[in-house]
């Protein structure tokens, strides 16, 4: 398969971990926050970590938009499906995030609320356009949730809704911004922020907002960062990046994905967003707590379509489950495996928190690609 098993050679992968052993100092370590749950299943499922020099370590980042989401959101949506009888289209790594008192979406749907999943933002239209000629009072909602990569989607939905006048159909928008997170880990409380010496920078998220949007981060915050791709390579040769900046003290925006992302991004795509999506004042994140003008509302002129006016629910604050350790996982501050719940009572099987259930959250990814290393570090913790 050409182009992914150029980005998969084990020669070459073998050539940048020299590299990178060359270059990596012993007198000193290298932290490295990749910022994307893609990035972190590309480094266990290929393992890159394995391949880094000792002093080099990746610490994971809040780029999984599904493991942000807090849980009063999600209780927020089961409201509308169960108080207001919507038909709630959802994406499938939503359902099983735990809510507020042991509720989910599928414990919802199991209890007999009409929450379907979709794969796409077509599928719900579909679903809206079909309700209109069987069931025409049947009002349909889409649970739309990410980052920037997912929201043109969600713009070209709300524009084909209004073009054909289908009044059956809204969105619960839930799209969150990705420089505001970034942002928020950088200057977080002194006690409490990460040590990081250069972040690996979003990709798909850059092909839409351009590389250009994180020049913040080396010019606030002193640090370097690469937009790095997904595929493992790309990692290296990213890491192999930052490993060159931090030694020669520079703190500059690279982009090692250039071969999809460009400086001002996708400028189609930002038009649609600006045309039905507007900055909310504040929204709260999971692990990040409320972070201003870090989400997108729908505009006025597309209020009609707006699930969040059209279904109003009052939601109190979500409880996250006693012990579980997602929001320092998401900022940095703990790996997966220092949760005294991971794999004992917290599984993909029965996750406790959103970090488990997410195909990007960095739980589920030492789970189904790091699991042979836990023993070995409980017994060393213990050993402490
Ligand atoms: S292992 Fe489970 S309980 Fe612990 S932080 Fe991860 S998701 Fe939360």
Redesign the pocket.
Known sequence: MKFVDEYRDSALARDLARAILAEARPDRDYRLMEFCGGHTHAIFRYGVQDLMPENLRFVHGPGCPVCVLPMARIDQAIAMASQHGVTLCTYGDLMRVPASERQSLLKAKAAGADIRMVYSTQDALAIARAATQQQPAQQVVFFAIGFETTTPPTAVALKTARAEGLRNFSVFCNHVLTPPALRAILSDSADEVARIDGILGPSHVSTIIGSAAYEFVARDHGLPLVIAGFEPLDVMQSALMLVRQINQGRRDLQNQYSRAVSPEGNTKAQALMRDTLVPRERFEWRGLGWLPESALKIADAYADWDAEQRFPVAVTPGRE?E????PK?LRGLME?TD?K??GRV?SPEN???A??VSSEGA?AAYWLHGRSRIPQRTASASAT
């Open positions: 489950h012990g579980c350790e997602c996982v997966p949760c719940l991971f917290c996750p406790l928190g970090c488990m739980c």
